[in-house]
């Protein structure tokens, strides 16, 4: 989500030039030492005005309008997902083990999905606020600490041990995130399922189709 804007129009002043343009080519011409002669002056430069206001288009300018306060709250949540998935990306592509690698293209996957439903749906629940308040911060971490010890000389068992504890998590990371875009849309699936069965009511009550089709959708 970005700030929002609004287009606004704003009269051309090209017209207001024209038509003050056709009175100085008047005042030229004529000596303008009678009334009559103002009063050509004003009547060409008012028809020069008129022709050049319908003939030239207003002037679109964007402005941008000052968020709500929730609407602030929503912009900077989107902006630390984004913030968070980056860093997530860029400590993932520091892996080189295949089977970690695997897993973390599902966990970035998920991600990139919850970070764009963010944004298009302006959904910010518990569940997404975890994501990127906890969980995707803790997992980077994690990932920063694996190519550390992954680059460590020695290897000793503890390193190994560390190692194989981080792949485990990666990968448990990766079933739990792929839990959680489903959970995200469980209300939407529970919101469908009951709009489906109003619909097939309402369709039965009318006669328009048979108790039998509902029957046999339960």
Not at 65 to 78: G, N, S
Not at 151 to 180: G, M, W
Request: net charge negative; with cysteine.
């Amino acid at each position: 989500m970005t700030g929002k804007t609004k287009i606004i129009r704003k009269p051309s002043p090209w017209p207001i030039l024209i038509g003050a343009l056709g009175w100085a080519i008047v005042c030229l011409i004529l000596p303008m030492i009678q009334l009559w002669h103002y009063l050509i002056a004003l009547l060409i430069g008012g028809i020069a005005y008129f022709i050049a206001r319908k003939q030239i288009p207003d002037q679109e300018i964007e402005v941008a309008v000052p968020l709500t306060p929730l609407e602030q709250q929503q912009h900077e949540q989107l902006e630390a997902a984004r913030s968070a998935l980056t860093g997530l990306q860029q400590a993932a592509a520091k892996i080189d083990d295949p089977a970690m690698t695997q897993d973390l293209r599902k966990i970035d996957s998920v991600c990139r999905q919850i970070v764009e439903e963010m944004e298009q749906r302006q959904r910010f629940n518990d569940q997404a606020r975890r994501l990127v308040d906890y969980y995707l911060p803790m997992l980077t971490k994690l990932l920063l600490n694996y190519d550390e010890l992954e680059a460590d000389p020695l290897q000793t068992q503890n390193i190994q041990n560390s190692r194989e504890n981080i792949k485990k998590t990666v990968k448990l990371c990766a079933e739990a995130f792929v839990k959680q875009w489903d959970d995200l849309h469980e209300h939407q699936s529970m919101e469908i399922q009951a709009d489906s069965d109003v619909l097939e009511t309402l369709l039965v009550k009318q006669g328009l189709v048979s108790p039998s089709f509902k029957e046999g959708r339960e």
